[in-house]
């Protein structure tokens, strides 16, 4: 991370960290939008939730070493203010541009071609199932697919 950049994690065990470059100068739409994603490849999506709350940070106030404490592998230390993102809705689509598969919040503006839009669900389909579906709907590779969605039950919608 450099100086300008915000770290975005979702405030359940579990959570993905996520770094949006040059976040200082983002607008509220683009934290918006890195916060779902967030949200997202956190383990709320495997308990299908259907909102969690998210957090952003700068640099300088995120540790692998706790202040006369003790941080687990794999964690962080959080010190000082974090910006919230209460509530925030879990969603993704995932398309192609040209012969790029690409995955996006939901939030995101931009139009994919042939887009499925992806909701965490406790009725939804296994990954494998999806990877499958995707991946002969989007005519792309199962294994590209596979790596791209998160892990839980997912509803599809088309």
């Known amino acids: 991370m450099t100086n300008n950049d915000l770290f975005f994690h979702a405030d359940i065990q579990g959570g993905s960290a996520v770094v949006l470059k040059d976040g200082t100068n983002a607008t509220e739409q683009e934290k918006k ?16 939730n259907a909102a ?19 941080v687990a592998a794999g964690a962080f230390a959080i010190i000082g203010q974090r910006e919230w993102f209460r509530n925030t809705p879990l969603g993704l689509k995932i398309g192609k541009e040209g012969n790029r598969v690409f ?39 199962i294994d590209d697919i596979r790596g791209f969605l998160p892990s839980g039950k997912t509803l599809v919608k088309i």
Request: hydrophobic share 40%; glycine share 4%.
């Open 103 to 141: 995955v996006l919040p939901l939030l995101h503006s931009k139009k994919l071609e042939n887009e499925i839009a992806l909701f965490p669900s406790k009725n939804g389909k296994e990954k494998e199932e999806l990877a499958k579906q995707i991946s002969y709907k989007l005519e792309a590779d």
């Open 33 to 48: 939008e890195v916060a779902q994603f967030a949200a997202s490849f956190s383990n709320a999506w495997k308990n299908a």
């Open 52 to 70: 969690v709350d998210v957090y952003a940070v700068k640099k300088d106030q995120v540790s692998q070493h706790a202040h006369g404490g003790y």
